[in-house]
């Protein structure tokens, strides 16, 4: 008897023309870490007396279809998750090398069709119906760069063969945490310990009566922008900005060259004014939770650029 191993599973990803309706062509194969996106129905305790103490059958709830996916940011699928996270991009082209720039507050977002495949068993579980609802991830000195990808979805199909048909691939180029910087108004900023980035889309789910215990769809609300600064304490300019109530902009980028490119600029950042601790003999450092907003033109809260050799997402 086989057993599932997850070195042999498998992610596959494709874009839906219509929300929860997986397309017959077109997947990619996904690399990840780690996957814990699928189907759930719980159980109702039956409520009911009088049959004595042992009670009765429970009742089936409805289906919860969500989880998260643990993913390189890396040159070229990197790029898939942005598209799922802010919408398609705008994309130009110069000799060979393609600059695709996602913005945040669209109103219409992507929905895509996830195949989780264990083959050992054989079990090939394609989630659809699936959006972005959150994307994080920490910059520092050192390990792996990876984002934390959080969907939610509209039911899940099982099958014992995969549904994705023929898989693409796409050519892993990791960014190392070296790659990373991080600036202020335009200077980098110094001292920098971490940084944690976490985009959201709030996405609001339409649970209405259905036959199948399935939602009726999903539907983007408020984004969100925010995140965590963790530096040595040298200098009281962050400390200042936070007292003022001013916003000032914040660039994170992660370079190899000038056509492997990712950065996210933030236009208007603000940040809490934060206690600062002396936990003993070593380094101080201190900690802000910035917040971002829309520009005072009403333009877009945050843009992301990727720049590499895929011609569109």
């Not at 090398?97 to 079990?123: D, N, R």
């Not at 990808?149 to 199909?157: A, F, P, T, Y």
């Not at 408020?222 to 914040?250: V, W």
């Amino acid at each position: 008897m086989s057993r599932a191993q997850g070195a042999r599973s498998h992610c596959a990803l494709a874009f839906e023309s219509s929300y929860g309706t997986s397309p017959l062509s077109g997947f990619h194969r996904m690399p990840f870490a780690r996957n814990s996106l699928g189907s759930g129905q719980p159980l109702l305790e039956n409520e009911l007396l009088g049959y004595g103490r042992d009670p009765i059958d429970p009742s089936q709830d409805v289906v919860t279809v969500d989880g998260t996916l643990v993913v390189p940011i890396d040159l070229q699928s990197w790029g898939v998750w942005l598209k799922a996270t802010f919408g398609a991009a705008t994309t130009t082209e110069d000799t060979g090398v393609y600059t695709h720039v996602f913005k945040s507050g669209g109103w219409v977002l992507p929905s895509l069709s996830i195949e989780k495949g264990m083959p050992e068993v054989p079990q090939f579980s394609m989630s659809r119906g699936c959006m972005v609802n959150r994307l994080n991830w920490t910059m520092q000195r050192s390990g792996h760069l990876q984002a934390n990808v959080d969907l939610i979805g509209q039911g899940e199909v099982d099958a014992t063969t995969s549904q994705a048909g023929t898989l693409s691939d796409w050519e892993i180029t990791r960014f190392g945490q070296f790659n990373g910087s991080i600036s202020r108004d335009g200077s980098a900023l110094a001292n920098v310990v971490n940084a944690e980035i976490s985009y959201t889309n709030n996405l609001d789910a339409v649970e209405t009566i259905r036959d199948d215990g399935l939602i009726d769809g999903i539907d983007p609300s408020m984004a969100g922008l925010s995140g965590r600064i963790t530096l040595r304490f040298a200098s009281t300019a962050l400390l200042d900005q936070a007292t003022n109530g001013t916003a000032c902009a914040l660039k994170f980028e992660l370079t190899r060259s000038a056509s492997q490119k990712f950065q996210l600029d933030v236009p208007r950042v603000f940040l809490p004014r934060p206690k600062i601790n002396i936990e003993g003999p070593n380094g101080i450092q201190a900690t802000f939770d910035w917040q971002a907003a829309q520009q005072t033109d009403g333009g877009a809260m945050c843009t992301a650029t990727l720049i590499n050799d895929v011609s569109t997402y």
